[in-house]
């Protein structure tokens, strides 16, 4: 569902939004907005999705490593908080080019740039939630190669996905890597999703794995005392 709704936001943005031309983003905008404000939700839904996805995975992960596994879902939590906060900036140029009342004392180019520049700032913030991301998909991938019931293969594409997020963290390297620094990414999370639909987890030995947890977390004390 998360690919699904933002993989619809996306194909709305690259259709509606010209970075280099305010003007015919502002008319693209005003004629389809019905289409754009359907685009922001789509992205709130699809934040809202990875909130389960991260809830699954940080379960799903938690015997391997529960610090390491709480660690990643920390970031994605953060990455899904930014992305929310960025979609804001796409309710702005609306507001900005329906030309309310107290909005007279600018022009209409004046309003069309700002509100290309609001978009372009909901750009960077989108950035921004996709290192958090980074962060979250290398340590699934470290978790994974270190788990017993998942393939490895999949740990190193969630390795790599998470590098290509990582890009940016510098945007002119992500602008100049684009499209190809978003395949890594695309590759190693379409790969985890589709392999815990079809196939799913060796359940023996995710067991096993939990039990080992919960027997070292008890000895524990018992050695302290």
Known sequence: MTFITSGFAMWVGSKLIVFDNAPGTATNILTN???FQSATAA?????????GVTVLIYELLKPVNRTLSLLAAFFSLVGCAVGALGCLFDLAPLVLLRGAGHLSVFTLGQLQELALVLLKVR?????IGLVFFGFHCLLIGCLILKSTFLPRIIGALMLFAGLGWLTCLLPPLAE???????IPGSLGEISLTLWLLVK???????????SRRVVVATAVPVIAT
């Open 33 to 35: 907005e019905m289409l």
């Open 123 to 127: 750009l960077e913030a989108n950035n």
């Open 200 to 210: 799913g987890v060796n359940v023996q030995r995710w067991n096993e794995q939990a």
């Open 43 to 51: 992205m709130l839904l699809s934040g809202a999705f990875y909130l």
């Open 176 to 182: 100049s890597l684009a499209p190809y620094n978003v």
